[in-house]
Every structure is written in C-alpha cells, then in structure tokens.
C-alpha cells in the first residue's frame, strides 16, 4: 500500500482521515446510498398514501354513518282512557286488540296538545298538523305497549315515541327551513315548536337500538327502519356457508395433496380451482339462479340459497388456503408416522391435519369474511330486492323464508329517495364492517396463538 | 486408526433378512446395482460407504419407505424371515409395525411423550387397555434409556427434549411396536459427543433382542457398534463381512481406499 503524501501540518488533536480509508465514502458508494434513500423514499410515500386513503375512506363511513346510530324520540304523557280503549272494562285481549291504531290517534293528539300548553308554546297549528311531528309509527307504538301491559288502560303513561323523519333530519342537520318549503309534512311553524320542545327538553335524539334489532320500514317511514332482519339473513347464510366449504373444502383439498396421483388429470383440476378463485362472483349467481331456483325449485329469496351460492364462491378460497397449510407441515413428522406403522390415511388424519388446522381455520374465517360482503351473487336469487320486514319465526323459517343480506339491505337503502334512507345506508355500512374487523381479528389472533408447533 | 475399538465377540446368528439382486431405480438414476446382502438377526450391522453411494436407499428399501417416493422402482428379493415383502400380499403398514425406522434428524410428533411412544401401539391394537399401554409405554421408554429421565413427566411435550434425548424418544417409539428388525440412518449425526456415546451404548442393549441395521458416515462409530458391516459405493455392495476384518483386513482394494480415507 503506497503511502499518500499529507497536504500540511495537522493542528494537535485533529486527524484528517486519509484518501482511500474507510472512513471516507468514495464515489459509488455514495451514488448507491442515496439510490437506495430514494426507494425507502418511494416506500414511505406509497404506504402514506394508503394510508391517506384509508383515512379519507373511514372518515367519509363515520361521518355519514354515525348519525344513524341516534334517533330522535319526543317525550309525552299520555292519558289511556278507558272509554276509548276498552269500553267493557275488562280487560279482555281479544277485545283490546280489535282497537285498531285509529283508535289510538286521538289520544296521541290529545297529548301533544296538553304538552303544547304545558310547555306554554304559541302555535297555530292544529291537533292534527301537530302530530306530523311524530312518526306514522306512533299509534302503533303505543298499541303494542298497551297490549302488552293491559293494566295501563285508565292511566296516563309516559312515552318516549319516534319523532318523524323531518324532525330527525332537522335535529341532525339535514332538513332546513329553507328545503321545508315545498315540503307536505312540516312547515316552519313546526320547527318552532320542535326548538321551543328541544329546549326544553322534550325533545332529544337518543340511542338507535332499533336501528341495530329492528327490521327494515317502508319508503315512509326511514325513522322505524333497522338492518336486525338483514343481519339475521346473513348470519343464516354464513351458517350454510361454514357447514358445507369446510368440509368439503378441506376433504378435496387432502385428497388433492395426499392421496391423489400426480397426472395430467389432477394437474387440470389444479389449474382450474385456482382460476375459480378468480371467477367473477355475479356468474355464480347466474348459475345459483339457474339450478338451485330454476332446477331444484329452492325458494327464492332464501338465505339457503344464497348460502349454497356462496358456499360455490368460497370452496376454492378454502381449498387452495388449506393446500397451502398442508404443504407447510414437514415432511419428516409424515415420515415418522409411517416409520411407526401408520397408515397414510392415518399420518394425514392423526398427525399432519391437526399441524395443519391454524392454517386452514383462517382460511376459511377470511374466507367467510369475503362471503359476508358479497352482494352481486345474491342480486340474481332475489335476495336484494327483497325488504326484510319480518322476523323469521324459527330455525327452519330463516333458512327458507325470503330475507336479506346486508349488503343487499345497504344496496336497498342507498337506492331509496329519501335522504333518511341514506343515512342509514351509511350506518349498516358501518356495521357491516365492524363484523368484517372482528372476523378478521380472530382470524389473526386465530394465527398468532398457533403458530409453529413443531 | 488407532482409536477404533473393534467388537469382540463374533457369534453367527440365523439370518434376518436376505436381500438378492436388488435394484433401485430414482426415475433415470440407477441408484443400487444388484445388491445381494444376509443380515443376522440380534446383531448390529453397519452400512458404510462416501456420500451418494446408496446406503440410504437401501436401508429404506428394507421397510419399504421407498413406496412412499414417486418415481422410486424397486425390483428383486427381500425376504424377511423367508416372505418377501414386497410381494403383493404384503401391506406396508403391517411391514413397518415389524421393521422399525430411526431417523436421521430426531423428530419427534408435536405430542406428549407419552402419546409419541404410545402411537404406535395404538394404531397396531397391541393394548387392550390403559394398564397395557402404559406398561408397554414404560417398556419402550426404558429401552430406549430414557425413562429415567422423563418418567415425572410423561405429559411434557416431546419437542421440548433436548437432541439426544429426542433422538432417544425416537428409538423408544421405534421399539415400542416391538419390531423384530430395528432400522437406523444415521441416528447420531446431528448429535453432540456425550449423546452419541449415550446412542451407541443403547445400540448395543438392543441388539439383544432385536436385528439393527444402521447407516452411518463415522467409521469408527460402525467399528465400535457392529458386528457386521457392508461397504457401498457407487450403488454397489462391494464387501460384506466381519467388523473386524473389514477394518483391519479387507479384501477389496476400494474398501481399504475408503477406509485409509483414500476416497470418500
């Protein structure tokens, strides 16, 4: 190594490192390091605009989606008056229930006009124009309590009934008084009113259980609609879902990777599960329509047909994650077990499914997860035109009863005109997601606690 | 080759197996040419040979786990107390409950030692209850030289071992379906010193009651251990005979190349 000539004397204490040390960075290597901070660069600058993305995406679901978890309900007593309600006076539930919701009208205006005085609001509105402000609901409301609780008939109660649908969107910002114009169910007079009462607080939104339990309402009544039945419809679809891909999917999927000799036969059945994967889901649905509804008569619009439509659409997920799973088992535990006198059946049954199982449970969880929110195969069985207005009555009924999905029932609401309706359309998005988050949690969690084993 | 100890005592005992003008085929690779071996039964034989020469191959061959290769042809005789075993008669499963295998990379299942050593018992319906099956278990774990060891804790699962004693839960599962033919491959090369010598001790209590065949690349292990060794190379069985002779004395000019560490 030839010595490099210093260019001058050195002030005490300093030591000018020397051309060609180490500690001096030539030329190449400072092109390389900055080549590969401008990668790191671009990295970061892809994660961040996903992450902006994401950001924007959730902050659009809250904010359109939050309101609908809250309702606006108005305060009032009223008095159950016996000659009204049951004029024999005893109490007799057949008879109770022949009072029809008409029946139950005039009380209600009765109320309000009591709570007007109370409250000592000036208005010019009459008993009948005063009960636009509750929901059409209302008498239905109150008829179902008094049934239920007949020995309230003589009594005045307290009820909290559902505000309309104006008086909500006003509470929450959607209604004004300037797009009350042409509107037939609220003036400006009612607004006042709706202030003086907010004030004084009779009026209040309140927490939406009925949105989360309740049913789906008709296009008049936005306030009264939930997405309970919808979620009862996936559930029930989820159900047929888990029961017929797991096994069948994790059955094929042994065979293909024990059992199964390794010609060109097997090659294209390989080939083509990986391209069902990959199939547009709304084919299924065509093919759902065509045998299971046209074919073998299913009724339409039931949560066992959507359920056996995507049971199609989810087989190949599953077979091709639990392939993976029981290719990752190693072969020396599969050659242990036949040293010992197993059978492969045996070695597959006893000692490389069980490795296997983390693996292909969160297979068919992600699996699941991707079945919950498809809608385009259920358009064709009908299930998304559908309103879910009722319960199912038992098991057997909410498998073939007509129903909905959820992201059918978003579909619906979104479609609807009233803009209550898309309000809601937003919130059972967000509940739509937070199951997908739990599901994919456990999925996660599922990995987690049982990885490698051996 | 100073430090090889040679086996002294030479018993002739009746043949095990005989294998005649085997032939292993790996797709287009011929990888045993005509291998004609006797192995006697309660003794220890060795295989030996470099890397590649077919020595695995053919301890597999003798329980068949060749089958389990595609692509793998075998053809000639194995006869094994005079039934060949690979007529068509003859299930696998039934062959390797009678002929154990040892492993090279000890590997044992993701269980409790308990069930590792019982699995096998179990599946071949050797216990009728719970009593038999813990005896056979204890049975198998003292033969394998282990008991000792894991006896308080036979619900602990058997990953958690260290090497050697993996390798020797492994030995315990192999005898446990009491095989009469003991197959090892190299059980004590990935091993430290102190749990070969542990292996090697325990190889020498089994050939008491079982016929042990075992592949290894150490010829002073093969010195010390058998009693009987055969020489591969190339796919080809070149000698076969007394430990002692084959290490001092050999006939065949390339087993003395292998053995003055000329080749391999």
Known sequence: MTDIPQTGPLPDGQTDPRPGSLLVTDDRTKRRNRAEARFKAYGIAALAIGMAFLAALLWAILSNGLTAFTQTYVQLDVPLLEEKLDKDGDRDPAKLAKVSTFGYAPLIEQALVEQVEATGVETELAPKALSKVLSGSAAAQLRDRVLANPELIGQTVSVELLASSRVDGYLKGRVSRASLARDKNLDAEHLDLIDAWREAGIVEKRFNWSFITGADASDSRPEQAGIGVAMLGSLFMMLVVLVLSLPIGVAASIYLEEFAPKNRFTDLIEVNISNLAAVPSIVFGILGLAVFIQFMHLPQSAPLVGGLVLTLMTLPTIIISTRASLKAVPPSIRDAALGVGASKMQAVMHHVLPLAMPGILTGTILGLAQALGETAPLLLIGMVGYIATNYPEGVAEGFLSPNSAMPAQIYEWAKRADPAFYERAWGGIIVLLVFLLAMNLIAVLLRRRFERRW | ?264
């Not at chain 2, 005989?18 to 192995?39: E, F, L, M, P, S």
């Not at chain 2, 006896?151 to 958690?160: I, V």
Request: with cysteine; glycine share 8%; hydrophobic share 35%.
């Open chain 2, 1 to 264: 080759m100073n430090d090889m100890r040679t086996m002294d005592n030479t018993v002739l005992n009746e043949t095990k197996i005989t294998a005649r003008d085997v032939h292993v085929h790996y797709g287009t690779t011929h990888a045993i040419k005509g291998v004609d071996v006797d192995i006697a039964d309660r003794t220890v034989t060795a295989f030996i040979g470099p890397s590649g020469c077919g020595k695995s191959t053919f301890l597999r061959c003798l329980n068949r786990m060749n089958d389990t290769i595609p692509g793998a042809v075998v053809t000639g005789k194995i006869k094994i107390d005079e039934a060949d075993i690979y007529d068509s008669r003859v299930d696998p499963v039934q062959l390797r409950a009678k002929v154990g295998m040892v492993f090279q990379k000890p590997n044992p299942f993701p269980k409790s030692i308990y069930d590792n050593v019982a699995y096998g018992p179990k599946i071949h319906g050797l216990a009728k209850n719970k009593a038999e099956l813990d005896e056979i278990v204890e049975k198998a774990l003292r033969r394998g030289a282990i008991w000792d060891e894991v006896k308080d804790r036979l619900h602990a699962p058997g990953t958690g071992l260290s090497g050697g004693q993996q390798q020797r839960l492994c030995i315990a599962r192999a005898v446990a379906t009491e095989p009469e033919v003991l197959l090892m491959d190299e059980p004590c090369s990935a091993l430290d010193p102190i749990a070969t010598a542990q292996v090697e001790e325990l190889i020498d209590e089994l050939r008491q009651n079982f016929s042990v065949v075992i592949v290894t690349h150490s010829m002073q292990q093969a010195a010390r251990v058998s009693q009987r060794t055969a020489f591969f190379h190339l796919g080809n069985l070149v000698e076969y005979g007394e430990t002692g002779k084959i290490f001092t004395n050999p006939e065949d000019s390339r087993t003395e190349s292998y053995i003055s560490g000329r080749i391999g």
